[in-house]
């Protein structure tokens, strides 16, 4: 942003050069985490599924350092959510995060070492996606894509998937490793085999 000050000694402004854009990390990692925070759901949960997979650079190789937001609805389709990632201790002040009984609707996790990340929800009611948000190093500006669940999107009605081409479209699709258990790997940039996630922008 190019900013316009008074310069010292006149009265004429001076404009100074416009300020370089930031990358977006990997400095979240410092307080932006929390216990439990890929866990929307408890683990006892009788209709829990786990959506798990790797973020990748643009090379192919796993990202170590990135960090992603989950957004869904309830089962029900509910999207009001109840407090409680950030939950304070009212004595302390500390942050003693969810109560392990109430869907918030938002996880946030960061990849381990090999890139990889795991969330554990319930799939959503009255959408055929969880929404996500990607930060990584080398990002200017976070990245928003969807995890469409298979069990959930038909491919030829829903809008998104059916606008797009089939090799992009798969990039939106989770796969059904096993029971409860789905895969969805993000990909920053073309790998010269992979396609590039879509990636959404909002007006």
Known sequence: MTQTTP?????EPMTRPPTPSQTVG?????????AGGGDIVPAEHPGA?????????????????????????????????SPGSLRRD????????????DFTGFARVATDADGHYAVRTVPPGGAPYISVCVFARGLVHHLYTRAYLP????????????????????????TAERD??????????HDGVHEETVFLTFD
């Open 151 to 174: 069990e959930l999107a038909d491919p030829a009605t829903e809008p998104l998937l059916a606008s797009l081409p089939p090799e992009r479209r798969a990039t939106l699709l989770a």
């Open 90 to 101: 009212p004595v302390t002040g500390a942050v003693i995060g969810r109560t392990g009984l």
């Open 26 to 34: 990997p400095f979240y990692g410092y307080a932006l985490p929390f």
């Open 7 to 11: 310069e010292a000694g006149h009265g």
């Open 180 to 189: 409860r258990v789905h895969r969805f790997d993000i990909r920053l940039q």
């Open 49 to 81: 599924i786990t959506v798990h997979g790797r973020v990748y650079d643009g090379a192919g190789e796993p990202v170590p350092d990135a960090m992603l937001e989950f957004w869904q609805p309830a089962a029900d389709g509910s999207r009001a959510g």
